[in-house]
């Protein structure tokens, strides 16, 4: 068994608040989140008592504005506390990801009076959200969407299914995308609907290969009422407010994959300077020493990018790109390196007795939700050159 304890990465960090931030995350981590782990994924579990600590402690809204209940923290901060819960479980990182995504729209295009009556209970009052975006028939061609929202009097009327939703059928409240005009991303608007709303039910989970304690289901919307109020920016601002939302998740997609790709790492490390063959550490020998190595510089050179792109999203420049790319390398890197630990253990990594297996199960998806790497790269290209020709 590996006899050598990791050491915590050694963070920049902006403030001593930050440093505090990032050793109570720590505590938590090592505490209530890293010990129950394989044993819930396994079991699939979902651990909803976590998120209540996590949103007591205030951890569920750190960038967004305190006025609200949010921690004031910039995305540099607040991407390096995704990186540590994930590399404690992925299923909690990812969560935190994905309910920091779904507030993302009311606090950014809301108005003043929605975000004083929605976001201090979304961002640390116990709820726990969902984005509503792909269906069925529209995963990556995302404008393609056929939910549909009717203007009856005051209110919205929404019907239709939306597809691989994280928090499916758990989830307080949902911000979903709907069809209210023409064909197109013109024709999307959001809106806010609570998760208890008459008319709203959540699919039987789907059965992945990882990630089995976070639950991934279809959510219907059968005749939906929700009042205007309950609208988020203009109608048909829809679309521009997904993929506004998504340059940001892409971010947290991209740290959750180096925190799952550094705790491969670190039992990659401890179980070779543990294990011994031929009468030393395995890790004496050259072969596993260079795979180690690049397993570490792919995970630092990850870090960068997440983080130079974090830096430009706090500064207020543009960050798409660089987004992409982040999201597009840490998610490779994450598949990469996960296979490689589980090679460095040799036999023992294709066990369930040590969690680089299920590291390299989890790491796969991270490839796929918001934007798979294939879309990733188009975006690359069309900031370098441009839309493609028709």
């Known amino acids: 068994m590996p006899d050598r304890a990791p050491q915590p ?19 938590i981590a090592q505490r209530e989140i890293a010990p129950k782990a394989a044993e819930e994924e396994d079991a699939g579990r979902f651990p909803r008592e976590v998120f209540t600590l996590l ?40 969560g935190v990801s994905v309910h920091t995504l779904a507030s993302y729209a009311l606090a950014a295009y809301g108005s003043k009076e929605q975000q004083v009556e929605h976001l201090p209970a979304m961002l640390g009052g116990g709820l726990l959200g969902a984005y509503c975006l792909s269906e069925p028939s529209s995963g990556s061609d ?13 209110d919205w009327v929404i019907t239709g299914t939306k597809a691989w939703i994280t928090h499916g059928g758990i989830a307080d409240f949902y911000t979903v995308m709907a069809r209210t005009g023409e064909e197109g991303p013109r024709g999307i608007t959001a809106f806010l609907v609570p ?10 989970p789907e059965k992945k290969m990882g990630m089995k304690g976070s639950p991934t289901a279809q959510v219907h919307l059968d005749g939906v009422r929700v009042p205007d109020e309950r609208r988020i920016g203009e109608e048909g601002q829809g679309f521009a407010i997904a993929l506004s939302a998504l340059d940001s998740g892409r971010l947290g997609i991209a740290a959750c994959a180096i925190g799952l790709a550094q705790a491969a790492l670190d039992e990659a490390v401890a179980y070779a ?118």
Not at 9 to 25: G, N
Not at 65 to 85: A, C, F, I, M, R
């Open 142 to 154: 995302a404008a393609s969407l056929r939910t549909k929202a009717v203007r009856d009097g005051e």
């Open 9 to 27: 990465v050694d963070r920049q960090l902006p403030t001593d608040e930050a440093r505090d931030l990032i050793s109570l995350v720590r505590d």
């Open 55 to 94: 949103s007591q402690s205030g951890l569920l809204g750190l960038p967004y504005d305190s006025e609200y209940g949010g921690g004031d923290q910039p995305y540099e901060v607040y991407l390096q506390v995704l990186e540590e819960l994930a590399a404690a479980r992925l299923t909690v990182g990812l």
């Open 273 to 390: 300077t543990g294990r011994q063959q031929f009468g030393r550490p395995i890790a004496d020998f050259q072969g596993l020493r260079f795979m180690l190595a690049d397993m570490a510089t792919q995970i630092e050179a990850g870090r960068a990018l997440y983080l130079a792109a974090a830096r430009l999203r706090d500064a207020g420049r543009p960050f798409a790109k660089q987004a992409a790319m982040a999201k597009l390398h840490c998610t490779d890197t994450a598949m990469k390196v996960t296979t490689d630990a589980v090679q460095v253990l040799g036999g023992y990594g294709y066990t369930s007795d040590f969690p680089v297996e299920r590291y390299m199960r989890e790491a796969k998806v991270l490839q796929i939700v918001e934007g798979t790497n294939q879309i990733q790269r188009m975006v690359i290209a069309r900031h370098l050159a441009g839309p493609e020709t028709r």
């Open 195 to 204: 998760g208890d709303a008459e008319g709203l039910s959540g699919a039987v």
